[in-house]
């Protein structure tokens, strides 16, 4: 089993950044496909980001201004948040451990959940 809790989501300005957290325990998330989902008020959970520690693919929404990290010695990866805009508002989720018979933008293929951290973007 694998617990994944996020961390660092807040409210911030539009154009401003947000940096978040996701710590795992319980399993090392080296070799594993992790990423990010979101869920905005009304609307279906969108993929955001995911990485298997070679390649790391988003969503066109938040190409060129979002970035993933991972850090496999602390078992955490970050989302490092820049220019944001109104339309990125949600809760954020972290998500872990892919299986492949799935698409990676599809949250069916992610075994492991964080319980999600609320980003706000005040335009």
């Known amino acids: 089993q694998v617990q994944l809790v996020e961390s660092g989501g807040g409210l911030v300005q539009a154009g401003g950044s947000l940096r978040l957290s996701c710590a795992a325990s319980?399993?090392?998330?080296?070799?594993?496909?992790m990423g990010w989902f979101r869920q905005a008020p009304g609307k279906e959970r969108e993929f955001v980001v995911t990485?298997?520690?070679?390649?790391?693919s988003y969503a066109d929404s938040v190409k060129g201004r979002f970035t993933m990290s991972r850090d496999d010695a602390k078992n955490t990866v970050y989302l490092q948040m820049n220019s944001l805009r109104a339309e990125d508002t949600a809760v954020y989720y972290c998500?872990?451990?892919?299986?492949?018979?799935?698409?990676?933008?599809?949250?069916?293929?992610?075994?492991?959940w964080g319980q999600g951290t609320q980003v706000t973007v005040s335009s």
């Open positions: 998500v872990g451990f892919r299986n492949r018979a799935y698409s990676i933008t599809s949250p069916t293929a992610y075994t492991y």
């Open positions: 319980g399993r090392t998330i080296s070799s594993h496909t």
């Open positions: 990485s298997n520690g070679a390649s790391t």
